[in-house]
C-alpha cells in the first residue's frame, strides 16, 4: 500500500476509536442517566444522524470542490468543538444540540475519506476499501472495549475521551494529508461533457443499491439502540454488552483479511458478496430473537460480524467504481447518507416497535427489511447490464 494510505488508515483508527467510546452507549446513556424514554432516545439519535446525512452530502460535495484536505480539516474542527461544549455540558436539553452539531462534523469527514482512499490507490479495486474498513474496526474494537470500563467509572469521561481522540485527529490530519491529491478543475471539466449521460444511469443504479443499503443499515442499528436497551433489561452488565462489541471489531481486524483471500479466490462478484452479507444477516437476527442470555447475543454478535464483513466495505466499492471522474467525493457522500439515514430512522422506528409491540415484532419487520433488500440488490444494475456502460474504454469494476 502506498505510505499515505497508511496515513488515512490510522486517521480513521483514531477517528472511530474516540466514537466508539460514545455511539455504542447513547441509548444507555439518554435513557437511564437522563431519564428520557426509548422513543426520545430515537428521536435524538435520530437529530444527530439527519445532521450527519447532511454532513455526508455537503463532504462528498466539498472533495470535488476543495479537495480532501480541507474538508476533512473542516469536519475534524466542526466535531471537535462540539465534543468539548459535551465535555463540560452533557446535561438535557445541552446534549441534545451538542450530539446533533458533532453528528454534522463528524458526517463531512467519512466521504472525503473514503474518495481519497480510492484516489491513492486505484490499483487497489476492493482492497482500498477494505483495509479502510478494518481500520473502522480496529477503532470499534479498541474503542468500545475502554468505553465500557470508562462508563462504569464515570459517564461524563467518555465525553471527555472521545474529545481528546479528536485532537490526535486533528495532528495527523494537519501533517498526514496535506500532499493528497484530488481532482483537478482541468479534470471535472473534460468529465462533464463525458459523462452526463451515464452518469444517470449510473446514479440510478447507485440509488437503487443505497436503498437496500439503507435498509440494511436500519436493522443493523438496532444493536446500538433497542436491543443495547434489552439487554440491559435481562440483567447483562453493561461491561458484557461493550464486549460485544469488541468482540464486532476485533474478529473484522483478524477475519476480513482471509475472507478478503477468499473472495479472490472463490472470484466472488460484489453483488454476490453483499447478497451472501445479507443472508447472514438474517440469520443472526433470528438467533437473537431467540436469545436470553449472553452467550446467545454473543453468538448472534458473531454471525451479524461476518455479514458485514460482507456488506459494509463492498457498497463503497461498488459506489467508485460506477463515479463518473470527477463525482468520487459525490457519489462516495450518497452511499455514507445512505448508512447514516438507517442510522437516523432505525432509533425512531426501534424504539416506537419496541414500546408499542415489544421485541418479537421489532425481530420480524427487522428480518423483512432485510428480505426487501436482497431484492433492491438483485436489481440495481439492470440498467447497467442493458447499456454495457463503459468508462474510459473498461468495464470499472465486477457489479
Known amino acids: 500500500m502506498p505510505r499515505v494510505l497508511w496515513m488515512l488508515v490510522l486517521g480513521m483508527a483514531v477517528n472511530i476509536i474516540g466514537s466508539s467510546f460514545l455511539w455504542p452507549l447513547n441509548t444507555i446513556y439518554i435513557h437511564n442517566h437522563l431519564g428520557k424514554s426509548l422513543s426520545i432516545a430515537g428521536i435524538v439519535l435520530m437529530l444527530n444522524s439527519a445532521a450527519n446525512v447532511i454532513g455526508n452530502l455537503i463532504g462528498g460535495h466539498l472533495y470535488d470542490k476543495i ?29 441534545m444540540l451538542l450530539f446533533t452539531i458533532s453528528g454534522f462534523g463528524t458526517g463531512i469527514i467519512i466521504p472525503a475519506m473514503y474518495a481519497m482512499t480510492g484516489a491513492v490507490w486505484k490499483e487497489g479495486g476492493r482492497k482500498a476499501f477494505n483495509t479502510l474498513y478494518i481500520a473502522q474496526n480496529i477503532g470499534v474494537a479498541i474503542g468500545t472495549s475502554l468505553g465500557g470500563f470508562v462508563a462504569d467509572y464515570s459517564f461524563k469521561l467518555i465525553f471527555f475521551a472521545n474529545t481528546i481522540m479528536y485532537v490526535i485527529f486533528l495532528f495527523i490530519a494537519l501533517f498526514g494529508y496535506r500532499n493528497i491529491s484530488t481532482p483537478t478543475m482541468e479534470r471535472k471539466q473534460e468529465a462533464l461533457v463525458a459523462v452526463i449521460d451515464k452518469n444517470r444511469t449510473n446514479l440510478q443504479a447507485l440509488l437503487i443499491l443505497c436503498l437496500g443499503y439503507l435498509l440494511c443499515w436500519i436493522a443493523y442499528n438496532q444493536w446500538t439502540t433497542t436491543i443495547a436497551s434489552y439487554t440491559q433489561q435481562i440483567h447483562i452488565s453493561l461491561k458484557q454488552y461493550s464486549f460485544l462489541w469488541t468482540v464486532n471489531g476485533g474478529l473484522i481486524v483478524l477475519g476480513q483479511p482471509f475472507l478478503n483471500g477468499l473472495f479472490k479466490q472463490v472470484k466472488m462478484t460484489l453483488k454476490m458478496q453483499m447478497l ?24 448472534a454478535m458473531i454471525i451479524l460480524t461476518i455479514g458485514e464483513m460482507f456488506i459494509w466495505p463492498a457498497v463503497p466499492t461498488v459506489a467508485f467504481n460506477l463515479a463518473p471522474k470527477g463525482k ?32 418479537t415484532v421489532l425481530f420480524i419487520v427487522m428480518i423483512g427489511l432485510f428480505l426487501a433488500a436482497i431484492i433492491t440488490t438483485l436489481t440495481y444494475d439492470r440498467a447497467l447490464k442493458k447499456r454495457k456502460v463503459v468508462v474510459s474504454g473498461t468495464v470499472r469494476g465486477q457489479m
Open 67 to 95: 479537495g480532501g484536505y480541507k474538508s476533512v480539516l473542516l469536519g475534524i474542527g466542526i466535531a471537535l468543538l462540539s465534543l468539548t461544549g459535551l465535555s463540560i455540558w452533557n446535561d438535557w436539553p445541552q446534549y
Open 276 to 299: 451472501v452479507g445479507i443472508g447472514i444477516f438474517i440469520v443472526s437476527f433470528l438467533i437473537a430473537a431467540k436469545a436470553g442470555s449472553f452467550t446467545g447475543f454473543l453468538t
Open 328 to 359: 468520487e467525493g459525490t457519489y462516495q457522500g450518497i452511499v455514507n447518507s445512505s448508512a447514516t439515514g438507517g442510522r437516523m430512522i432505525g432509533p425512531v422506528i426501534g424504539g416506537l416497535i419496541a414500546d408499542m409491540y415489544g421485541m
